[in-house]
């Protein structure tokens, strides 16, 4: 494919996320491929797709900073156990003076939590046809809702038309995802623990 007909986009979406500043913009080009890239602190990665190895329906749902909530949980059950040791080691007096210490470990945890759900956005995500693999993230209503929404229903509709416009049957469509999702590992684009779980789940199909 030359490079006048990869710029023949269809239609684009740019998002960005408040809390770690990570931009995404996705592409829509020549009906029935996407384009998608990131850019973050860690740099900048971008990937393509043919939209006939996507699944129509989307799964909405948050996605979880694991990091965030580990941070949560730890100042809390910090702050529960410190709690405990003074009320059975100290004298109410020793405990009044401790008090403002008590209450700072739980004003961070309260940060915390609070973080935990500022970088835990709401995602619209693509999955694989048969692998059920993530490949695509949108975060959810993003940069607004009209905008958004234009852009996920056209490209729900594309990716239904382009999965009809390809003449493979079944066998020689999960062999396709297959090798797309061998070249998206290799990418770093899937993990290798996705990878496998896709792979296991296409190899379990009866045909």
């Known amino acids: 494919m030359n490079q006048q007909q990869e710029n023949k986009v269809n239609s684009r979406l740019t998002q960005q996320s408040n809390s770690n500043g990570e931009v995404r913009t996705f592409e829509i080009y020549n009906e029935q491929f996407i384009k998608a890239r990131r850019q973050n602190l860690l740099g900048k990665r971008s990937y393509h797709l043919n939209l006939s190895l996507l699944q129509p329906w989307p799964v909405h749902h948050r996605q979880f900073s694991k990091r965030w909530l580990f941070a949560t949980g730890y100042f809390a059950f910090t702050t529960l156990v410190y709690f405990v040791f003074l009320i059975l080691n100290y004298d109410q007096p020793t405990l009044s003076k ?14 915390f939590l609070i973080s935990f759900i500022y970088h835990s956005p709401n995602v619209m995500e693509f999955r694989s046809r048969y692998g059920n693999c993530t490949l695509l993230r949108l975060f959810h209503n993003k940069p607004n809702k009209e905008d958004f929404r234009h852009f996920s229903d056209e490209l729900r509709t594309r990716i239904l038309v382009s ?15 297959q090798q797309e999702l061998a070249r998206l590992k290799e990418e770093n684009v899937i993990t290798e623990e996705a990878y496998v779980e896709a792979m296991e789940r296409i190899k379990g199909i009866n045909i």
Do not use: A, C, R, W
């Open 163 to 177: 999965s009809q416009d390809i003449n493979l049957d079944k066998k020689h469509m999960m062999e396709m995802e």
């Open 98 to 111: 401790l008090l403002p210490f008590i209450v700072v470990l739980i004003l961070f945890t309260i940060g």
